[in-house]
C-alpha cells in the first residue's frame, strides 16, 4: 500500500515538472540566437567606427578598416533573412572594395590625379548614395524583421539614423564649423546607436532564429585576404608609385657654356649661391641678363602640434626660398624660383604637397 501511495506522488510531481517547468532553448536555438546577437553587434560597431574620424595615430584608417569589415561581415550572416538584409551586403561589398582600392591608390602618387579632377566629385557623391542606400535597405530590413518575429512594425531609431546622416550631409554642403550643432548631432547619434541595439536586444529576446547557412569561406579568411592584398598593394603603392616616369637626355657638352657667367652675376645680384647648385643649366640660361633679384626666404614647421609651442629659436623642419629674378625693363618680366631644403631630417618620406 505504503509502495503504491509513493508511486502515486511520484506521478503527480513528474506530471507538474512537465507542466509548470519551462522549456529550455536547444543548443542549436541558442547558436541561431547567437549569430543575430554577434551580426548586430558587428554592423552597429561598424556603423560607429566608419563614422569616427581622429587624425591621429593612423586611427583615420584604422576604425574605417575595421568598421568596413565588421559591416561586411554582420550582412553577409544576415543576408538571407529577407531582401532588404540582402541588399545591405550587396552594398557593403561594394563600399569594402571601393574603400580597399582607395587606400592602396593612396598610396601612389598617381591618387592626385583623382582628387584634382572631377571624378572625385563623382566619387564622393557615389559613396554618399551607397551609404544613404545602406541605411534605408537597414530600416526596411528591420521592419521586415519584425514583422516576421510576431513584433509590431516600426524601427524609429533606424529612420532616425537616414534623418541623422541627411542632416550631417547637409552639414557638410554650408561648411558649419560650430561646436554647438556639432555636439547636438554627436548626442544624437550615440542615442541613435543605443536604440538600435535595444531594437536589436528586443528581437532576440522575442527568440528570433535565424539560419546559419555553411559558407566555403569563413570570415577569418577574407579578413587575412583583405589584409594581405592591403599590405601587398600599399608596399608596391609606396615602391613603384612613388615617382613620375622621367626622360632623361644627354645634354652637349658645349650647351649653356655661360652658365658659370650668369651664375657669378646673379651671386652679385644676391641670389643666394647654395640654391644655384640645385638648379638647371636651362633655367640658369634663361635669365641671361638678370637686372634684379629678390630673395624671401620663410622656414616652416610640419607639425602641427609642435607648431603651436615652439618658440622663434626652434628649429624649423623646411625652409622654403622664394627667389624673383628681373629678367626685363622694357617689358616688365619676372622669372621666380622655389627652393625647398630640409633644415631637419623628415619624419616621414613620402608624396606630400604644399600649396603656394
Not at 563623382?122 to 521592419?143: E, K, T
Not at 638647371?280 to 634663361?286: H, K, S, T, V
Not at 602641427?304 to 623642419?317: F, I, M
Request: include cysteine; hydrophobic fraction near 45%.
Amino acid at each position: 500500500m505504503a509502495d503504491l501511495e509513493q508511486k502515486t506522488m511520484n506521478d503527480i510531481c513528474e506530471s507538474t515538472d512537465n507542466n509548470t517547468a519551462p522549456k529550455l532553448p536547444s543548443q542549436d536555438t541558442a547558436a541561431e540566437e547567437t549569430i543575430w546577437k554577434k551580426s548586430m553587434n558587428r554592423i552597429l560597431v561598424g556603423i560607429t567606427l566608419t563614422a569616427i574620424t581622429l587624425n591621429f595615430g593612423l586611427l583615420n584608417y584604422i576604425f574605417p578598416t575595421i568598421g568596413t569589415m565588421l559591416l561586411l561581415f554582420g550582412f553577409r550572416a544576415l543576408q538571407h533573412e529577407n531582401k532588404w538584409f540582402k541588399r545591405c551586403f550587396i552594398i557593403s561589398i561594394i563600399r569594402t572594395a571601393y574603400f580597399f582600392w582607395m587606400l592602396i591608390w593612396n598610396t601612389t602618387i598617381l591618387h592626385s590625379t583623382i582628387y584634382s579632377s572631377a571624378m572625385n566629385t563623382v566619387l564622393f557623391i557615389a559613396n554618399l548614395l551607397l551609404q544613404f542606400a545602406l541605411f534605408v535597405c537597414l530600416w526596411q530590413g528591420f521592419l521586415s524583421i519584425r514583422q516576421k518575429a510576431g513584433l509590431s512594425p516600426h524601427a524609429g531609431s533606424a529612420a532616425a539614423l537616414i534623418v541623422w546622416y541627411c542632416l550631417i550631409c547637409l552639414l557638410a554642403l554650408v561648411h558649419y564649423n560650430g561646436f554647438l550643432i556639432a555636439l547636438i548631432m554627436f548626442i544624437a547619434y550615440c542615442r541613435i546607436i543605443y536604440n538600435l541595439n535595444k531594437l536589436s536586444k528586443e528581437l532576440d529576446e522575442a527568440g528570433y532564429e535565424i539560419s546559419d547557412v555553411p559558407v566555403k569561406w569563413t570570415n577569418r579568411r577574407i579578413t587575412i585576404v583583405l589584409l594581405v592584398l592591403l599590405l601587398i598593394g600599399g608596399a608596391c603603392g609606396y615602391l613603384f608609385g612613388g615617382s613620375y616616369p622621367m626622360k632623361w637626355t644627354a645634354l652637349p657638352a658645349d650647351e649653356h657654356k655661360n652658365v658659370e657667367d650668369i651664375k657669378a652675376q646673379f651671386i652679385d645680384l644676391g641670389f643666394p649661391a647654395y640654391i644655384l647648385n640645385d638648379l638647371r643649366a636651362e633655367d640658369i640660361a634663361a635669365c641671361s641678363g638678370a637686372l634684379e633679384v629678390v630673395v624671401d626666404e620663410t622656414d616652416l614647421s610640419l607639425d602641427d602640434s609642435e607648431r603651436d609651442t615652439e618658440s622663434a629659436d626652434d628649429a624649423k623642419d623646411l625652409r622654403i626660398t622664394g627667389i624673383g629674378v628681373k629678367v626685363s625693363d622694357d617689358r616688365e618680366r619676372w622669372i621666380i624660383f622655389r627652393h625647398f631644403l630640409w633644415n631637419q631630417a623628415p619624419k616621414f618620406y613620402g608624396t606630400e604637397a604644399i600649396q603656394l
